[in-house]
Every structure is written in C-alpha cells, then in structure tokens.
C-alpha cells in the first residue's frame, strides 16, 4: 500500500476544511484534505459571511471571488416582519416591522470605519464550490491536495503523529497517510465520536424543517431584505410561522431560489412527512396556488453545544466539529471559518519549527471560550423570539382563536391597540442581538500563552453586543485604519500577510525598525514593521483615535490579526524586549509579567 506523508492532514472539506486548506497553501505548509463526498454540499446551510469572515478572506486574496457572486450589501442589509406574504384576510399582508441588519442602510457606516471589508451573503451551496476553486487553485491545481471522493475508513494517533487510511472511493483504492498533525473538519461524524470528547450544553430542543424551492415570489418581497419573518396565528408564533431567505442567483426580489424555514416538535410525526411539507408551506406563506418546485428538504436539530477540548492529542477540532449552535446571529460557519484562521498559522510556525508545540496548546485556550461564548449569544437570540411572540400575543399551543383574538387587538385602531404596536416595538427591538451584532462579529478576544498581558483592563463589551470598541489591547483584533505607504492606500490589516507579523510603532519608534530587522534574521519569523508619521502616514487620522500608542511605543501583532503584546516606550535594549515577546508567543519561554 503506497504511503504519502505531510505535516498536516484534514478531514472534511466543508467551509472550515477548505478554508484551512487555502490558509494553509498561503502559508507554504503542505497538507492534504480528504472528503468522503465526491461534490461539495448540495444543502443551503448558512449564508451570511460577517466582517470579520471577509476581512480575513481579503487578507488571503479570496474576498473578491466571493463579492463577485454574492448579495450586494444592498440586497440583504435589512429584515422585515410580516404577518403573511399572501392572503386576502384582514391581517394578511401586514408590515409590523423592519430594520438595517448586517452592515446596511444605517449601519453601513460603523462597519466601514471599523474594517477594510464589508459582509457578504452567499449560500453555501454556492460558496463552496468557490472555495474548493480556490482551495485546489493554492494547492497548484492538480489534484494531489484537495481530494474530493476520499474518505479516511480509520486513524489513529500515535507518538509519532497520525496514520490514517484511505480509500479512494471511486478506484476503490486505499493508501496510508501520515502527518503529524490533524484538523477534524468533518462536522463531528467521526472523530468526536471516536475521541470520546464530551459535547457540552443542551441538544436536541427543536427539530427544524428548512426547504429549498424555487418560486416567483416577486409579487410578494423587496428588494433589500435578507430574511422575510413571518408571525401569524396560524403558525403560532416566528419560527413556527417561518423565516424566509433568498437564495439568488438574482439578489432582488427576483431571485429564483428560496429557503424556507420552520420548526417542528420533536415528537411531531408529521416532522418527516415530505408530502405535508409543500402544504404546510402554502399554509403559511398564505399563497395556495403558489407555482414552486421542492430542489430540497433539510432536518435539523437545534443544539447549543460545543466540545470540552479542542485539542486532543495531535487532532484538532474545529467548525461544527467543536461547536455547534442555532443559526441566529450567524456564527456557525463564520466562527467555523475563525478556527481555521486561528489555528492555521500556528501549525505553520510549529511545522516550520519557529515555534514549540506548545503554541498549538493556545488554539484550544483561545478559540473554545470564543465558540462558548458565541453557542451561547445564538442560542439566546433564538430563544428572544419568543419574548417577540409573546409582545405581540401569541401563545404556543393556544387555540387558534385566541390567537386571532390577540391579533385583532394588536392592529385595532384603539389606544390599547396602539399600546401594545408601541410596545411590541420596543421589543423586537431587543432583537438586534442578532442582527446588530458588529461587536460579536469583530470584538471577541484571546486570553493565552501566545498573548502577553500589559496589565490594562479589558474594555466593558455592549451589552447588545453591537457597539465595537476598537483597541490594541493585547489578545484582541488590531483596529482598520487606512494608511498610505508609498503612495498606496492601505488598511492596517494589509501590514499581516499571510504568515507575517507586524510590529507597529509610534512616531518616535525608529529603533523599533531596526530590533524588528534584527530578530526577524534571528529567529527567522517574517516581520512587517512601520513606524505610523515615519515610514508610513496616517491619512484619516484614525490611527490617532484608536492606536492607543505613545510616540515612543509598538504593538506586536499576529499573522491571524490578534496583537500579541505592547509597549508605550522604548525600552533600552528594543531588540531584547522583541525576542523576549516573541519567545513568549512562539511557546519557547513563559510569558513575561505585565
């Protein structure tokens, strides 16, 4: 049996395994990716792309492929709530509500000072096959890398690394691979299971049903809204009545394919039933004669969980490997995506042998509070539209008549009726927890070895998690500021190459151009450093407003973005301070005290 041997393997190429595989291929490490499937999947799944997803894309040249395809900002920076898209009944057709989600209309603003990238909306069904281009394109593009139609049949972890099997699926062909490291990107199917890592947190609370159809739905929505809610007595309340998504390729009202959401019981037989499902569709969307062809129907289980460790050994968690959590707010395929870029750079410093082994121990610390945290926000944002349902007064399970009574009084022209529209508003409101969630997006921190404090206080987060307060802080995202070098207009962001440090001084920092120089040939890292007012200028003005740094101080920054240790002065050995820093990061000496 032929052997192959790389430093890392990946199994699964879903959005975090071909992620990984292109970060990875930027980064020259060599890897091989192997999913059992022969096509990328044929499921909508998620579809929102946040900011941080594409400024992080960008870094890597593979934003614009996506822009190119997907929603413009214009088309689904919005939401809207709807008592029934048809109908000819006396609440059918009602708008209650809408607002700016997701970086449109009025929130455009923020999120263009605070990144060089906008959000993007594209399904999965649509973006994978676009990252397994991009994958193989990396890779060289022969197929050596990328192996689509291969499943790894068993493996195992040995002092040595890993050795695996597998099977070409199509040559019916099998071969061993050894690497020294594995990335589970494979959904939790078979490594979890195998490792025997607890899931932690509550599953199985909703069965939901999501339908992929096609459909002229123009008649019936607008142009700008990503997702159509639908609250009606028939349905009960939001997720039962159903929450309807365009799918493009057309991004305006005329898109040719739709999702359709609701929940079930998970007890209710009728979960399963295909043939109820078109009916039940009808039913709600209040359009009996609807003309549309089923491409597909989805189960799903709502579950809030994520795994105890990330790291096991040689094998490393990530995506729905290591957390799974409810669609709300966006942060499954996004904080998928996130692992990837966290944990990429570190298997090529390790694979390299800039760094210890220990720095791979940072990936769990740093990405498993963040997949906690954001299982926990989605799962509170789901649970909100309960308390929305409830403003509005529909109770689950009541009769349908007094649910009908309950909308009577919300629309009646009265003064109680006008009560209650006004505080149903303040209500819903709330829920931009969910679709205000810039700080969620590009906020979050890391608390680790490969981070060195400096002994100042975290900044207090919104708690609606939406106003992002950019900081140096060390463990959390460098702030965008536009730069000119050379005549180029740059984002800070733009210093990270894949694979680069970045030493950022003030203008006094000279000496910190020169340490930089000197540790890089040292240690053999590659360092990007300027001096902001020296080589580089601040155009705007807005390294001024969230640099935090005095004339004679520097930020260290990762390749993945995150700044990893500061100063406010020029110590007297600058080359000493760096390589003690970086010895800190890198896993090859304790991290120095504030």
Same mark, same amino acid.
């Given at each position: 049996?032929?052997?192959? *041997?790389?430093?890392?393997?990946?199994?699964?190429?879903?959005?975090? =395994?071909?992620?990984?595989?292109?970060?990875?291929?930027?980064?020259?490490?060599?890897?091989?990716?192997?999913?059992?499937?022969? /096509?990328?999947?044929?499921?909508?799944?998620?579809? !929102?792309?946040?900011?941080?997803?594409?400024?992080?894309?960008?870094?890597?040249?593979?934003?614009?492929?996506? !822009? *190119?395809?997907?929603?413009?900002?214009?088309?689904?920076?919005?939401?809207?709530?709807?008592?029934?898209?048809?109908?000819?009944?006396?609440?059918?057709?009602?708008?209650?509500?809408?607002?700016? #989600?997701?970086?449109?209309?009025?929130?455009?603003?923020?999120?263009?000072?605070?990144?060089?990238?906008?959000?993007?909306?594209?399904? &999965?069904?649509?973006?994978?096959?676009?990252?397994?281009?991009?994958?193989?394109?990396?890779?060289?593009?022969?197929? /050596?890398?990328?192996?689509? =139609?291969?499943?790894?049949?068993?493996?195992?972890?040995?002092?040595?690394?890993?050795?695996?099997?597998?099977?070409?699926?199509?040559?019916?062909?099998?071969?061993?691979?050894?690497?020294?490291?594995?990335?589970?990107?494979?959904?939790?199917?078979?490594?979890?299971?195998?490792?025997?890592?607890?899931?932690?947190?509550?599953?199985?609370?909703?069965?939901?049903?999501?339908?992929?159809?096609?459909?002229?739905?123009?008649?019936?929505?607008?142009?700008?809204?990503?997702?159509?809610?639908? +609250?009606?007595? /028939?349905?009960?309340?939001?997720?039962?009545?159903?929450?309807?998504?365009?799918?493009?390729?057309?991004?305006?009202?005329?898109?040719? /394919?739709? %999702?359709?959401?609701?929940?079930?019981?998970?007890?209710?037989?009728?979960?399963?039933?295909?043939?109820?499902?078109?009916?039940?569709?009808?039913?709600?969307?209040? +359009?009996?004669?609807?003309?549309?062809?089923?491409?597909?129907?989805?189960?799903?289980?709502?579950?809030?969980?994520?795994?105890?460790?990330?790291?096991?050994?040689? $094998?490393?968690?990530?995506?729905?490997?290591?957390?799974?959590?409810?669609?709300?707010?966006?942060?499954?395929?996004?904080?998928?995506?996130?692992?990837?870029?966290?944990?990429?750079?570190?298997?090529? *410093?390790?694979?390299?042998?800039?760094?210890?082994?220990?720095?791979?121990?940072?990936? *769990?610390?740093?990405?498993?509070?963040?997949?906690?945290?954001?299982?926990?926000?989605?799962?509170?944002?789901?649970?909100?539209?309960?308390?929305?349902?409830?403003?509005?007064?529909?109770?689950? =399970?009541?009769?349908?008549?007094?649910?009908?009574?309950?909308?009577?009084?919300?629309?009646?022209?009265?003064?109680?009726?006008?009560?209650?529209?006004?505080?149903?508003?303040?209500?819903?409101?709330? &829920?931009? $927890?969910?679709?205000?969630?810039?700080?969620?997006?590009?906020?979050?921190?890391?608390?680790?070895?490969?981070?060195?404090?400096?002994?100042?206080?975290?900044? %207090?987060?919104?708690?609606?998690?939406?106003? !992002?307060?950019?900081?140096?802080?060390?463990?959390?995202?460098?702030?965008?500021?536009?730069?000119?070098?050379?005549?180029?207009?740059?984002?800070?962001?733009?210093?990270?190459?894949?694979?680069?440090?970045?030493?950022?001084?003030?203008?006094?920092?000279?000496?910190?151009?020169?340490?930089?120089?000197? $540790?890089?040939?040292?240690?053999?890292?590659?360092?990007?450093?300027?001096?902001?007012?020296?080589?580089?200028?601040?155009?705007?003005?807005?390294?001024?407003?969230?640099?935090?740094?005095?004339?004679?101080?520097?930020?260290?920054?990762?390749?993945?973005?995150?700044?990893?240790?500061?100063?406010?002065? $020029?110590?007297?050995?600058?080359? #000493?301070?760096?390589?003690?820093?970086?010895?800190?990061?890198?896993?090859?000496?304790?991290?120095?005290?504030?």
């Amino acid at each position: 049996m032929r052997e192959v *041997e790389v430093p890392v393997l990946i199994m699964g190429g879903g959005g975090c =395994g071909m992620s990984a595989s292109s970060f990875l291929s930027e980064m020259g490490v060599e890897h091989l990716l192997v999913e059992r499937h022969s /096509e990328t999947s044929h499921l909508p799944k998620a579809h !929102y792309l946040n900011q941080r997803t594409m400024e992080i894309f960008r870094g890597f040249g593979m934003a614009d492929p996506i !822009y *190119e395809v997907g929603a413009p900002l214009e088309n689904f920076g919005h939401i809207r709530w709807v008592t029934s898209l048809g109908g000819d009944g006396p609440y059918d057709r009602r708008d209650f509500h809408e607002f700016d #989600a997701f970086g449109g209309g009025v929130l455009k603003a923020p999120y263009e000072k605070d990144g060089p990238a906008l959000p993007s909306n594209l399904p &999965q069904i649509r973006l994978e096959p676009l990252l397994r281009k991009m994958a193989e394109e990396r890779s060289g593009g022969r197929g /050596e890398v990328v192996k689509f =139609g291969h499943e790894i049949v068993e493996w195992e972890d040995t002092d040595a690394g890993i050795v695996a099997t597998v099977l070409d699926r199509a040559a019916d062909e099998r071969f061993i691979v050894r690497a020294r490291y594995m990335i589970a990107a494979d959904g939790g199917k078979t490594v979890v299971p195998k490792l025997g890592t607890p899931m932690l947190g509550p599953t199985g609370m909703l069965e939901m049903v999501s339908t992929h159809f096609k459909a002229d739905l123009s008649e019936y929505v607008d142009d700008k809204s990503m997702i159509t809610w639908s +609250i009606n007595p /028939e349905g009960e309340g939001s997720w039962s009545s159903g929450a309807l998504v365009k799918m493009g390729p057309t991004w305006d009202r005329h898109s040719e /394919e739709w %999702v359709i959401h609701f929940a079930f019981r998970p007890d209710d037989p009728a979960r399963f039933d295909e043939a109820a499902i078109v009916p039940r569709m009808r039913e709600l969307l209040k +359009i009996p004669d609807l003309d549309l062809e089923v491409l597909k129907v989805s189960h799903w289980i709502l579950d809030r969980i994520h795994a105890e460790k990330f790291r096991i050994g040689n $094998v490393f968690l990530a995506g729905d490997s290591a957390h799974r959590q409810p669609p709300t707010t966006g942060l499954g395929l996004n904080g998928a995506i996130h692992d990837a870029h966290n944990l990429c750079w570190k298997l090529a *410093e390790v694979v390299s042998g800039r760094a210890d082994d220990s720095l791979l121990d940072t990936y *769990e610390a740093e990405r498993l509070p963040v997949g906690a945290d954001n299982a926990d926000w989605a799962l509170s944002a789901f649970t909100n539209f309960a308390v929305i349902d409830v403003a509005m007064g529909l109770m689950p =399970g009541a009769p349908k008549e007094q649910n009908m009574a309950a909308f009577a009084a919300f629309f009646a022209d009265t003064r109680l009726g006008a009560s209650i529209r006004g505080r149903f508003a303040e209500v819903i409101n709330t &829920q931009r $927890v969910e679709f205000h969630a810039h700080e969620i997006e590009i906020g979050y921190n890391y608390d680790s070895a490969a981070v060195v404090p400096d002994g100042t206080d975290m900044p %207090v987060r919104d708690p609606f998690g939406s106003v !992002y307060k950019p900081t140096t802080r060390p463990g959390h995202r460098l702030p965008h500021a536009w730069i000119e070098r050379d005549g180029r207009r740059l984002s800070t962001h733009d210093l990270i190459t894949p694979g680069t440090f970045a030493l950022i001084a003030g203008a006094d920092g000279a000496e910190w151009l020169k340490a930089a120089s000197a $540790v890089a040939d040292e240690l053999g890292v590659k360092i990007d450093a300027v001096t902001i007012g020296g080589t580089v200028s601040d155009v705007d003005g807005q390294w001024a407003e969230v640099g935090g740094l005095e004339p004679g101080g520097a930020v260290l920054v990762r390749p993945d973005q995150h700044t990893a240790w500061r100063t406010q002065e $020029v110590p007297t050995d600058p080359a #000493a301070a760096l390589r003690t820093a970086f010895d800190a990061v890198l896993g090859k000496a304790a991290v120095p005290s504030a």
